[in-house]
């Protein structure tokens, strides 16, 4: 496989297993969930026991779409009986040094459907993307990391943004900006939002030094100019302020980069990883396994964050 590559993504892909070499096997965790999956959502929006019931808390929300109303299901807070670790990566991922150069070709952000990202978007999807043990994870990882009195900005944002309930009360401001701006409209939890393709136009409508803390949940591995967001991102943020972004192992794979979609789980941490390196004005990145225990839990979720410099 490595062989058909262009020589450019090749050197890509050599480097990317010399990062790998030996992490793999570092935790019976990592080893058991570390596969891309093949689907490209979870139509699901809660999980159920084995006769087909929904086991999860939830509330019924009545979306109005243009005049028309459908029912979407939300997730609530509960104790479901999950647990949720927090395992560093760092060691395992970002002890060797960066090379000297941006190591990605232009190819390693093809994909499979190059037709404008607004036409895939253009539907909406009252879906969950990843499943209650993942977003419950986010959730949990969202309540400890965030400080009350914050501004938050959510990108790639769609009809929920997996906050603790209370964070709209908490929060000095909740921000989004996404593709669709039905999606966006029904987020209960953003203060205000603008759809933005970022693909098309990596500017972010805000004032420099404007937010607390960005968020992206599992949307990083579409982004075809990813320095320009990220130096987008360190330009909103606050001096001291963090970008944490999630990711599972689903994703829409007609619209992954190549380069996502050529790598597992940790793969991704040191892609999102060398993202922030580059893209420069950042402390050095942290990855963690955040993947919840417990009953339906299956989808794995991974945080790479960090922090503008000072």
């Given at each position: 496989?490595?062989?058909?590559?262009?020589?450019a993504?090749c050197?890509?892909?050599?480097?990317?297993?010399s990062v790998?070499s030996?992490?793999q096997s570092?935790?019976a965790?990592l080893?058991r969930?570390?596969?891309?999956a093949?689907t490209?959502?979870l139509?699901?929006?809660?999980?159920?026991?084995?006769?087909?019931a929904?086991?999860?808390?939830?509330?019924d929300?009545?979306?109005?779409?243009?005049?028309?109303r459908?029912t979407a299901r939300r997730?609530?807070?509960a104790?479901v009986?999950m647990s949720?670790?927090?395992?560093?990566?760092d060691?395992?991922?970002?002890?060797?040094?960066?090379p000297e150069?941006?190591?990605?070709?232009d190819?390693?952000?093809?994909?499979?459907?190059?037709?404008?990202d607004?036409?895939f978007?253009s539907a909406?999807?009252f879906?969950y993307?990843?499943?209650?043990g993942a977003?419950?994870?986010?959730?949990?990882?969202?309540?400890?990391n965030i400080?009350s009195?914050?501004?938050v900005l959510?990108?790639?944002?769609?009809?929920?943004?997996?906050f603790?309930e209370d964070?709209?009360?908490?929060?000095r401001?909740i921000?989004g900006?996404?593709m669709?701006?039905?999606?966006?409209?029904a987020?209960r939890?953003l203060?205000?939002?603008?759809?933005?393709d970022?693909?098309v136009?990596?500017?972010?409508?805000y004032?420099?030094?404007s937010?607390?803390?960005?968020?992206c949940c599992?949307?990083?591995?579409?982004?075809?100019?990813?320095?320009?967001?990220?130096?987008?991102?360190?330009?909103?943020?606050?001096?001291?302020g963090k970008?944490?972004l999630s990711?599972s192992n689903?994703c829409?794979?007609?619209k992954?980069?190549r380069?996502?979609l050529g790598?597992?789980?940790?793969?991704?941490m040191?892609i999102i990883?060398?993202?922030?390196h580059?893209a420069?004005?950042?402390?050095p990145?942290?990855a963690?396994d955040?993947?919840?225990?417990?009953?339906?839990?299956?989808d794995p979720?991974?945080i790479?964050e960090?922090?503008?410099?000072?």
């Amino acid at each position: 496989r490595v062989a058909m590559m262009a020589p450019a993504l090749c050197r890509s892909a050599v480097w990317m297993a010399s990062v790998l070499s030996g992490r793999q096997s570092g935790s019976a965790q990592l080893t058991r969930r570390g596969t891309l999956a093949g689907t490209a959502f979870l139509a699901a929006s809660m999980s159920a026991d084995s006769s087909g019931a929904a086991s999860a808390p939830y509330v019924d929300d009545q979306i109005d779409m243009g005049g028309q109303r459908i029912t979407a299901r939300r997730f609530v807070e509960a104790d479901v009986g999950m647990s949720f670790p927090k395992q560093s990566l760092d060691d395992q991922l970002f002890s060797k040094p960066w090379p000297e150069e941006w190591p990605f070709p232009d190819s390693a952000f093809a994909r499979q459907d190059e037709s404008p990202d607004t036409m895939f978007y253009s539907a909406e999807r009252f879906v969950y993307h990843i499943d209650e043990g993942a977003v419950r994870a986010l959730t949990n990882y969202y309540k400890e990391n965030i400080p009350s009195g914050s501004s938050v900005l959510d990108i790639c944002s769609s009809w929920v943004s997996h906050f603790p309930e209370d964070f709209p009360k908490k929060m000095r401001r909740i921000s989004g900006t996404g593709m669709n701006p039905v999606e966006l409209g029904a987020n209960r939890q953003l203060t205000d939002f603008e759809a933005r393709d970022l693909n098309v136009e990596p500017k972010l409508p805000y004032e420099d030094a404007s937010f607390d803390v960005v968020t992206c949940c599992c949307s990083v591995d579409y982004l075809v100019q990813p320095l320009a967001v990220f130096r987008e991102v360190r330009r909103v943020l606050k001096p001291g302020g963090k970008f944490i972004l999630s990711q599972s192992n689903r994703c829409f794979p007609t619209k992954a980069i190549r380069a996502w979609l050529g790598t597992g789980d940790l793969g991704h941490m040191v892609i999102i990883g060398a993202y922030f390196h580059y893209a420069g004005g950042f402390d050095p990145p942290h990855a963690y396994d955040v993947s919840p225990t417990g009953p339906n839990t299956h989808d794995p979720l991974f945080i790479c964050e960090a922090t503008k410099a000072a």
